[in-house]
């Protein structure tokens, strides 16, 4: 949602880091399009902002590189160890959920999924 209103926006601190006022999209959502090379009028239709909030936030930008580029990094680097997080604990669910034997009267469901988890490791 673009949050237009008759104010000129402006990039705010918010919890989530610097913002677009008006929005929930932060400048390090901004940033990984920009970094990534997208034209500015994609940007623009893919967080459904107004030509004046994403030329705001292109100027901060701007005239912020250092400071912008700074907390970009921590924030890729942030996002890197939840990914790594999530994805050990995601692991070792799975070989929990491996584990843990069938349901009282699922049996038969149960051999069939072992039975196909044996087949697509075979074809691997």
Same mark, same amino acid.
């Given at each position: 949602?673009?949050?237009? !209103?008759?104010?000129?926006? !402006?990039?705010?601190?918010?919890?989530?880091?610097?913002?677009?006022?008006?929005? *929930?999209?932060?400048?390090?959502?901004?940033?990984?399009?920009?970094?990534?090379?997208? +034209?500015?009028?994609?940007?623009?239709?893919?967080?459904?902002?107004?030509?004046?909030?994403?030329? !705001?936030?292109?100027?901060?930008?701007?005239?912020?590189?250092?400071?912008?580029?700074?907390?970009?990094?921590?924030?890729?680097?942030?996002?890197?160890? *939840?990914?790594?997080?999530?994805?050990?604990?995601?692991?070792?669910?799975?070989?929990?959920? *491996?584990?843990?034997? +069938?349901? +009282?009267?699922?049996?038969?469901?149960?051999?069939?999924?072992?039975?196909?988890?044996?087949?697509?490791?075979?074809?691997?």
């Amino acid at each position: 949602m673009s949050g237009a !209103t008759n104010a000129q926006p !402006t990039i705010v601190r918010t919890e989530r880091g610097l913002s677009i006022s008006g929005t *929930r999209i932060t400048i390090y959502d901004v940033m990984d399009y920009v970094t990534a090379g997208y +034209p500015t009028h994609f940007i623009r239709g893919l967080f459904n902002l107004s030509e004046a909030q994403i030329e !705001t936030a292109l100027q901060y930008i701007q005239d912020n590189r250092a400071l912008v580029e700074a907390e970009y990094q921590q924030v890729l680097k942030q996002s890197e160890e *939840r990914q790594q997080y999530y994805q050990q604990l995601n692991r070792e669910l799975h070989v929990r959920s *491996r584990q843990t034997p +069938p349901q +009282p009267g699922m049996e038969a469901a149960w051999e069939k999924l072992q039975a196909r988890r044996a087949k697509r490791q075979r074809s691997a």
